[in-house]
């Protein structure tokens, strides 16, 4: 998507590149920072093209301004139709509603391109996504081999997706070679043990700006382990902040959608009560090379898929 728009920008057109996370919009426009490209949120963007000051999303609480925010800035907030985008790509497809989608087609030009990357498999809400009406005459190119992951670990993650039967062979040897590694804990010893897993990556020659600790619990719960500024001695930052590519990122699992790192530790697995694997699917896939899970034991031996491996 990023080569997409930097082809398109090279070629003298306004380009406009949507996304769903806030996260991953920030990365993109470091990304693109040295072009003319436009990069959003499609629901933060919705509020700059209506000029308003949008209120801030408290943790927890679903929020009426951001979920009509779109449709507004679709009928109120475009310029005039000629001076629309002559390129509109979107990414994170899957995670658009209806109204995020009729704002990203109003604001290609009459004459633009409108290109679509998504992942169906990685959609969490399931009222939301690409359907056969949205994308009828669309021509579709289908990408079916992973190339981001380390094997073991894209095995874990389409075991998580259900698009495999567990190899437990190809598991265990991403195990013994430490591209997988699954900590179980107490109570009591949990974030001591994420301490010591990123003290591990960092020893092995990783960098801060290569890990990621991910929740699997949104920050709707205060016990999750993103409201700390800190694990043990070494600070942390959520992927929206400024300083993100310089530290440790430790936010949830859906705030870290559309982004990777080298490594990655999973946690908070007691805290979540729906769509595990789904959450586990999301998680997993952000890893590239090491993969960490850290959870209480008990957590741990009802996951079918992690029980057979310790």
């Known amino acids: 998507a990023i080569e997409a728009a930097l082809r398109e920008a090279r070629q003298g057109r306004r380009v406009l590149f949507l996304c769903y996370t806030e996260a991953l919009a920030a990365f993109l426009k470091e990304c693109l920072k040295e072009t003319a490209i436009r990069v959003g949120a499609i629901r933060n963007f919705a509020s700059k093209l209506l000029g308003e000051s949008a209120p801030e999303k408290l943790m927890g609480q679903s929020s009426t301004y951001w979920e ?3 449709l507004r800035a679709a009928i109120d907030g475009l310029p005039n139709e000629d001076e629309r985008w002559e390129t509109v790509i979107v990414d994170e497809a899957q995670d658009f509603s209806g109204d995020d989608w009729e704002l990203a087609k109003e604001c290609v030009h009459p004459d633009g391109k409108f290109w679509v990357f998504g992942d169906q498999g990685q959609a969490f809400w399931p009222e939301r996504g690409l359907t056969e009406a949205m994308i009828r005459g669309f021509p579709k190119f289908n990408l079916m081999k992973p190339y981001r992951c380390h094997p073991a670990i ?7 997706s259900g698009q ?18 699954i900590v179980t804990s107490s109570e009591g010893r949990l974030l001591k043990q994420i301490e010591k897993e990123i003290s591990r990556l960092l020893s092995g020659g990783l960098k801060v700006g290569d890990i990621a600790v991910l929740s699997l619990r949104g920050r709707g719960s205060k016990e999750g382990i993103t409201h700390r500024s800190h694990i043990g001695g070494h600070p942390i930052v959520l992927a929206t902040d400024p300083a993100a590519g310089e530290n440790i990122i430790c936010d949830t699992f859906l705030r870290f959608k559309g982004l990777e790192r080298p490594a990655v530790i999973i946690t908070d697995l007691r805290l979540v009560s729906n769509l595990y694997a789904k959450r586990m699917h999301i998680a997993v896939s952000r890893a590239l090379s090491l993969l960490r899970i850290v959870g209480l034991e008990s957590e741990i031996l009802k996951d079918d898929r992690l029980s057979g491996l310790l």
């Open 68 to 70: 009509g925010v779109s």
């Open 154 to 160: 894209q095995h874990l993650d389409e075991c998580y």
């Open 164 to 181: 495999c039967d567990l190899d437990k062979r190809l598991l265990q040897k991403g195990l013994k070679e430490g591209t997988i590694r």
